[in-house]
T-cell receptor
Framework: GAGVSQSPSNKVTEKGKDVELRCDPI?????LYWYRQSLGQGLEFLIY????????KSGLPSDRFSAERTGGSVSTLTIQRTQQEDSAVYLC?????????????FGPGTRLLVL | GQQVMQIPQYQHVQEGEDFTTYCNSS?????IQWYKQRPGGHPVFLIQ?????EVKKQKRLTFQFGEAKKNSSLHITATQTTDVGTYFC??????????FGKGTLLTVNP
């Protein structure tokens, strides 16, 4: 079916506001990853979901960041009380079962700008 | 967590010149993947290496995995303007933990 989709594609918000970013993984993929990419930088791992297991939240930069994955499919990354340093591209990727040797398929990303 | 160093950070070449980027780890890797990200785009999978000493080719691209499975390289022969982008390695450790290298930004002067 279709690839990984993310929405919105762009988001401009004011400092202190909350934002929600959505990721629709490839149908049938049980593993889902969130990454953050600041301008000109590499990909920073945020969080990993695999099936019904507890997510690996080890990459979340602060307690203002949280993520959910309902029904094992769609995931939402929430950033509360946004700060200017949260401005980045947030990328979602999915893979079939989350094995290290699987290809990750990336969505187009959400470009977040915090003013 | 897994540490991986990718060099160089930037590389500018004239069209037709060769280009190489390297990923190095202090620990043995289970596998390594390479991704390309065009400017303004998202990472796209290129290839995966699993076996010690493995070499794979895709047209002008040659990928190598070191004998000790601690380093890897991506070599582009006779670069073209379409090769422009950032090349990332993604390494796997002993479990599902995955780490991206910081990437090498390649620019090509026509």
């Amino acid at each position: 079916g279709a690839g990984v989709s993310q929405s919105p594609s762009n988001k401009v918000t004011e400092k202190g506001k909350d934002v929600e970013l959505r990721c629709d993984p490839i149908s049938g993929h049980t593993a889902l990853y969130w990454y953050r990419q600041s301008l000109g930088q590499g990909l920073e791992f945020l969080i990993y979901f695999q099936g019904n297991s507890a997510p690996d939240k080890s990459g979340l930069p602060s307690d203002r960041f949280s993520a959910e994955r309902t029904g094992g499919s769609v995931s939402t990354l929430t950033i509360q009380r946004t700060q200017q340093e949260d401005s980045a591209v947030y990328l979602c990727a999915s893979s079939l079962v989350g094995a290290v040797q699987e290809t990750q398929y990336f969505g187009p990303g959400t470009r977040l700008l915090v003013l | 967590g897994q540490q991986v160093m990718q060099i160089p950070q930037y590389q500018h070449v004239q069209e037709g010149e060769d280009f190489t980027t390297y990923c190095n780890s202090s620990t043995t890797l289970s596998n390594i993947q390479w991704y390309k990200q065009r400017p303004g785009g998202h990472p796209v999978f290129l290839i995966q290496l699993v076996k010690s000493g493995e070499v794979k080719k895709q047209k002008r691209l040659t990928f190598q995995f070191g004998e000790a499975k601690k380093n890897s390289s991506l070599h582009i022969t006779a670069t073209q303007t379409t090769d422009v982008g950032t090349y990332f390695c993604l390494v796997g450790g002993s479990n599902y933990k995955l780490t991206f290298g910081k990437g090498t930004l390649l620019t090509v002067n026509p």
